[in-house]
């Protein structure tokens, strides 16, 4: 699988990078939630980890960006 990790914090994400990986998926990680809205213009996701806190945008607002633009059968 191909998870997205939305995570302003440095150290949260790369833990979660390194469990993700070590079970076999491919991860992609963003600090912030403009690059992560740039990145599902032109990439394709299995899975999203979003933290609900983020500098620029919410991570609420970013579920429901997600699923304006892929539906409701996103996890």
Do not use: C, N
């Amino acid at each position: 699988m191909k998870f997205a990790i939305i995570e302003d914090s440095r150290s949260q994400a790369e833990v979660l990078k390194a469990l993700l990986r070590s079970e076999g998926h491919q991860v992609d990680v963003f600090a912030d939630g403009a690059s992560f809205l740039a990145a599902i213009e032109t990439r394709s996701f299995d899975f999203y980890l979003v933290d609900w806190m983020l500098p620029d945008i919410d991570g609420d607002v970013l579920v429901t960006r997600v699923r304006e633009r892929f539906g409701w059968e996103v996890p």
